[in-house]
């Protein structure tokens, strides 16, 4: 419902109304001929909220290449990837190459990304901090999920939380067979 969205990106941004609206329609443009559909870029814009008139197109595009190219993926999985992670677009390609190469760094594969993209939107600080917390617990990064990285603080603590529990008091199995040392 297009005025159920507007009221929810105004509430958002209200800020939106000052830009001039030729910004918006140039951006909507620009990601229609990328190839989004009318439902992906609804999708996309309530997901955006009020960044969509931040943007332009040359940008979009610039981070798009920048993206596709890094992350070695067809224009198929870019635009999932980008619905699934819209800070792709607005972030700029010294931040997005920053964030991969910390990521990479780290000895996170590119496929992990691929599934958890969204880990791009925290800052190298974020992840490595993240990352030596979980590495104490035990917890293989290359053998694991990306998950456990994503999300705010508090999801993060959630989840350190668990592997601490884990960590702290193994899961019991009451059909595995007991070993008792004689």
Not at 96 to 108: I, T, W
Not at 146 to 161: A, C, M, Q, V, W
Request: proline share 6%; with cysteine.
């Amino acid at each position: 419902n297009m005025k159920i969205w507007l009221q929810k990106l105004l509430s958002q941004n209200p800020f939106t109304l000052m830009k001039p609206p030729e910004t918006m329609k140039e951006n909507v443009m620009f990601l229609q001929q990328t190839g989004f559909t009318n439902a992906e870029l609804l999708l996309l814009l309530s997901k955006l909220r009020g960044f969509i008139t931040e943007l332009s197109p040359s940008r979009m595009k610039e981070t798009l290449t920048y993206s596709k190219e890094m992350l070695l993926c067809s224009e198929q999985e870019l635009k999932e990837l980008v619905l699934k992670c819209p800070a792709l677009l607005y972030y700029s390609v010294p931040v997005l190459a920053d964030r991969l190469k910390g990521l990479l760094n780290s000895g996170v594969s590119l496929n992990q990304i691929k599934e958890i993209p969204t880990v791009l939107e925290l800052t190298t600080q974020i992840v490595q901090f993240r990352i030596q917390k979980l590495s104490a617990l035990g917890y293989d990064l290359k053998k694991g999920s990306l998950e456990p990285l994503n999300g705010t603080r508090k999801d993060f603590e959630i989840s350190h939380g668990r592997f601490n529990l884990r960590k702290e008091r193994p899961l019991f199995n009451p059909v595995a067979p007991l070993t008792i040392e004689e």
